[in-house]
């Protein structure tokens, strides 16, 4: 089995900033693209960013400028950190990795728990 877990997370006022973690773990053969989504009350979830296995970062234009994501691959650990935060910001973060399990190397799509980030005017 493989999970993600988040952290990281929570309240903060515009301007301010926050680091989300995200560890993958079990099973583990190699991970190819992680990211991170978000979704908004009463909206779908979208794109923020994406980095691949080489760290070649993707982000949404909302994202362009403030967020920056990372990966430790020998951590199997993504990060978003995000700064200049604005109340629009304001979602539960998902974090996202498509993974090659250990010993069928089966390819799969993972989603985290998911993790609140409120941001305050």
């Known amino acids: 089995q493989v999970q993600l877990v988040e952290s990281g997370g929570g309240l903060v006022q515009a301007g301010g900033s926050l680091r989300l973690s995200c560890a993958a773990s079990g099973s583990i053969f190699s991970i190819n693209d992680m990211g991170w989504f978000r979704q908004a009350p009463g909206n779908q979830r979208e794109l923020v960013a994406t980095i691949t296995s080489g760290d070649i970062a993707n982000y949404a234009d909302s994202a362009k400028g403030r967020f920056t994501i990372s990966r430790d691959n020998a951590k199997n650990t993504v990060y978003l950190q995000m700064n200049s935060l604005k109340p629009e910001d304001t979602a539960v973060y998902y974090c996202?990795?498509?993974?090659?399990?250990?010993?069928?190397?089966?390819?799969?799509?993972?989603w985290g728990q998911g993790t609140q980030v409120t941001v305050s005017s």
């Open positions: 996202n990795a498509d993974i090659i399990q250990r010993f069928l190397k089966i390819r799969r799509n993972y």
